[in-house]
């Protein structure tokens, strides 16, 4: 797997941010993930990122994913974290929408330290 960089292409389109949607749903970086790619999704390239929401807010991610035309049956449970796949097109509409860009590296981290302070905090 190798970072190739985000695919942004913004000229001539305007943002179009609905109030309250997508706050907290979020695309990461690009990445190239040749022979990881499954065969019935090959046709669309091996250039792919990730849309994933905080916990508590999947009804978001699923009216985003719609709004950007993916299908619900993309949606993949995961026991990291559930997300869609998007290709570099799909990403790009997605930070259109409003969308947030984060390293799923970086959520993750937040996520972790986040859970880590609610346990003490229940000691």
Known sequence: M???????????????KVS????????DEVFDWPGEVAP????????????WCDEGHEAELHAM??????????F????????????PRKRNQALLAGVK??????????RMKARRAAEQGNL
């Open 2 to 16: 190798s970072l190739t960089g985000a695919c942004l292409c913004v000229t001539s389109v305007r943002r179009r």
């Open 20 to 27: 309250g949607m997508a706050e907290r749903v979020y695309v």
């Open 40 to 51: 019935a999704a090959r046709k669309h390239g091996t250039r792919w990122c990730h849309m």
């Open 65 to 74: 994913a719609e709004r950007i035309g993916l299908r619900r049956e993309w």
């Open 76 to 87: 993949q449970r995961n026991r990291v974290c559930d997300h869609y796949d998007l290709t």
């Open 101 to 110: 860009t984060m390293s799923f590296r970086a959520w993750l981290t937040e």
